[in-house]
C-alpha cells in the first residue's frame, strides 16, 4: 500500500496540502448530502463548492473516479483492528466490522447513494473492488489459512469455500437484503453455525 501512496504522491507533482484536500473531500460530500448523484459531480461544480481551481483538483486528483474512491475511503468506517489471540477470535472481529458496515450503509442515505451511484460506473467500481473489497478479502482468507494452520479450522477444505461460508451469510444480509436483522450476536451464530454445520444433532 505504501508503494501504491508513494506513486499516487509522484503522480499528484508537488506537496499535498491537506486544508485544501480536506476541503476539496468535504465540497464532495456536502453534494452528495445536498442530493446531488455521484455520476452528475463535475469537477467544475465541486471546485466552486470547495472554493478552489479546477486546476488544484487535477494537481492532486486524475479525475472523478481517484477523488471519488478517497471520499469513499473517508466516509466509510475504519478497518477494525485485530486481537490476534487466535484466529476465530479475529474473524469474529472481521464479520462484526462487516455487520456495522452493513448498519452504517442502512442509516445513513449519503452512504447508500454513494455506493449505489458507484454501481452504475463499471470503472470506479471495478478500482473500488481492487482498493478496498480485495485486500479485505485477502485479510479474511489469510486470517483462515491461519486457523487452518492452528488447528482451529478444519484442513480438508479449500481456503475459498471456507471463507464464502463464514462471509456468505453476513454479505447476504448486509447487501442483498436490507430488511434482515443485523443483530449483535450475529457473527457469533455465523461462525457456530459453519463449525458446527447443519446435521441435525445426535
Known amino acids: 500500500m505504501r508503494e501504491q501512496g508513494h506513486e ?10 491537506e486544508a485544501v484536500e480536506r476541503a476539496i473531500l468535504e465540497a464532495v460530500v456536502t453534494l452528495l448530502e445536498d442530493g446531488v ?31 471519488f474512491l478517497d ?3 473517508e466516509i466509510e468506517p475504519p478497518e477494525p483492528e ?14 462484526e466490522s462487516m455487520r456495522r458496515r452493513g448498519l452504517a450503509q442502512r442509516s445513513s442515505v449519503l452512504l447508500h447513494n454513494v455506493v449505489v451511484g458507484m454501481k452504475s460506473q463499471p470503472k470506479l467500481w471495478a478500482e473500488y ?4 473489497i ?9 486470517l483462515i489459512r491461519r486457523g487452518v494452520a492452528s488447528g482451529e479450522l478444519r484442513d480438508d477444505l479449500s481456503v475459498e ?3 464464502e461460508l463464514l462471509v456468505g451469510p453476513m454479505l447476504m444480509r448486509t447487501l442483498h437484503r436490507p430488511g434482515a ?20 444433532r445426535e
Do not use: F, N
Open 82 to 95: 485485530l486481537p490476534g489471540t487466535s484466529a476465530l477470535d479475529d474473524l469474529r472481529v472481521v464479520l
Open 181 to 200: 436483522p443485523l443483530d449483535e450476536d450475529l457473527p457469533d451464530r455465523i461462525i457456530s453455525a459453519v463449525l458446527q454445520g447443519l446435521r441435525p
Open 161 to 163: 469455500l471456507m471463507h
Open 37 to 67: 448523484p455521484l455520476g452528475e459531480l463535475s469537477v467544475e461544480r465541486i471546485a466552486r463548492t470547495a472554493g478552489v481551481g479546477k486546476a488544484t483538483i487535477y494537481r492532486r486528483w486524475q479525475g472523478k473516479e481517484e477523488l
Open 71 to 73: 471520499v469513499l475511503r
Open 134 to 142: 480485495d485486500p479485505r478479502r485477502a485479510m479474511t482468507t489469510d
Open 8 to 17: 499516487k504522491e509522484h503522480r499528484r507533482g508537488r506537496p499535498r496540502s
Open 129 to 132: 473492488h481492487r482498493t478496498v
